[in-house]
């Protein structure tokens, strides 16, 4: 299967929200998905996005138009740190199921690490469910640190 990463456009916002409803499902959480379709879009393709992502897109079949189908993404953000700068903040990344352990998360991976080399980041960094043994294992392919020390927080504040 022939695979082309390329930046994510406006256009892919709805299959990028489907996808982000298939990893909450899989991480147990589907309802914690709230996300408005033009909120996502605002944030990503608006006047100040604050979010950038690369797709991974399988050709469409002979004779059925332009564009393929969509089968996995990267979505990011800039993180800043007091001690290091700023780095690039991996928020989701994700194959679709039945397109699994054909080499496109490697793929996205490493167009992450293009990209954040190009940008001159000197980290990458994210979270992965500790239960999640089969990303932990692909993250592991890339020599990446894993962090006992630090607790997640949060404030809801709706």
Known sequence: ??????????EDCPR?????TE???YEKAPNE?????????ECGFGEKPVW?????????PPGEGVGGEVLGFAL??????????QAMYLEDILVTESARGKGIGKLL??????????????RIIWQVLEWNEPAINFYKKYN????SEWVNCVINVT
């Open 144 to 147: 990446a640190d894993f962090d």
């Open 52 to 60: 950038w992502g690369f797709v991974a897109e399988a050709p469409s």
């Open 23 to 25: 990893l909450a499902i």
């Open 33 to 41: 998905v709230t996300v408005s379709l033009n909120h996502f879009i």
């Open 109 to 122: 991976m490493d167009r992450l690490i293009e990209e954040a080399k190009e940008k001159g980041f000197t």
């Open 76 to 85: 990011y953000y800039i993180r800043y740190s007091t001690w290091k700068g």
């Open 16 to 20: 990028l929200l489907e996808l982000i």
């Open 1 to 10: 299967m022939r695979i082309t990463i390329r930046r994510a456009i406006k």
